[in-house]
């Protein structure tokens, strides 16, 4: 009989509660929105994401949530999510309370769908992996010979929040200027192209409503060549660049896999970014480092979620 996990990966609109095997393979799913983000009803909707799940299962050995934040991983509390506007929420404790007979673990989503990637999907057979995902922000983890870093805080692998335009990018959620979420993630790309708008007055991404412009239609105005699109991506191309040289400068991975909705791009990005990324990598070797599009798409939290459980949680030694 399969061992099943359960990972939830919870997003900020949404939650995916999946029973996983110990291949990495996903067998029962459920999801439900939220749309209000006060913990209790948080909890509620994750309670039925995961009751569905429970519902067509004997054995369940574990529950792993992967959430937005600092979270502390050996007490299941999220110290900080600002995502969610959460300070000290208990969140972990909670659901126990609801699911007495199971273990409960909880992580970052990020570090969860690390996990995943690299246990499971382009990460195998490296020891040293990173993955970034690029979406509204820049979320990612590191693995260092062989091990998911937690660092001493449970933080490690922020890199979204190192800066790559300090004096002259855009002001990041977090309050500094020019990190490489607010320079390459997929809001990054939309900034970059209302930033050099009036560069472009016949330009139709900007026409009608410009607040209804999405990273999604910028790449493909620039895949046809659109002249505003491929402003805008170019620019978007030389800082996602930096970012990624800054990664291999300080961790020298195998591999980066790149996921998120920008992503999505594939080889249109891959050959924007990886010759300004050899031309700016100096201190380690050019050339060693694969960066490519990440395997398991938006399945990678939940399958994360549920490797860290079967693991004991991420504050396991053995994790």
């Not at 979406?135 to 922020?158: F, S």
């Amino acid at each position: 009989m399969a061992n099943y996990t359960i990972g939830v990966d919870l997003g900020g609109s949404h939650v995916l509660a999946a029973s996983v095997d110990e291949s990495g393979v996903i067998h029962t799913r459920a999801e439900r929105d939220i749309d209000d983000h006060a913990p209790s009803v948080v909890v509620d909707t994750i309670a039925l994401a995961l009751d569905e799940v429970l519902a067509k299962h004997e054995s369940i050995s574990a529950v792993g949530i992967g959430a937005p934040g600092n979270i502390d991983p050996a007490t299941g509390v999220v110290e900080y999510s600002p995502n969610f506007n959460w300070r000290s929420v208990p969140l972990a404790a909670k659901l126990r309370e609801r699911y007495p007979s199971q273990q409960v673990f909880i992580a970052n989503d990020a570090r969860c769908a690390t996990l995943g990637e690299y246990a499971f999907g382009t990460g195998v057979g490296t020891q040293n992996f990173v993955l970034l995902t690029l979406g509204t922000g820049i979320g990612g983890g590191i693995v260092a010979g062989g091990r998911l870093l937690i660092g001493n805080t449970a933080g490690a692998g922020e890199v979204g929040h190192h800066q790559v335009r300090a004096t002259d990018g855009f002001i990041c959620n977090c309050g500094k200027t020019g990190c490489f979420e607010a320079q390459a993630s997929g809001t990054g790309l939309i900034r970059h192209a209302l930033a050099i708008a009036h560069s472009f007055p016949r330009s139709t991404l900007v026409s009608g409503k410009p607040e209804k412009l999405g990273s999604k239609a910028i790449r493909k105005a620039a895949e046809a060549g659109d002249p505003h699109g491929l402003a805008a991506w170019n620019r978007y191309a030389d800082d996602l660049s930096v970012g990624l040289a800054n990664v291999i400068a300080f961790v020298n991975p195998e591999v980066i896999a790149l996921g998120g909705g920008v992503a999505g791009a594939g080889a249109f990005m891959l050959d924007a970014v990886k010759p300004r990324v050899e031309e700016l990598t100096t201190m380690v070797p050019r050339g060693r480092t694969s960066i490519v599009t990440a395997k398991l798409g938006n399945d990678a939290g939940a399958i994360g979620a549920a490797t860290m459980a079967r693991q004991g949680g991420l504050h396991n030694p053995t994790a």
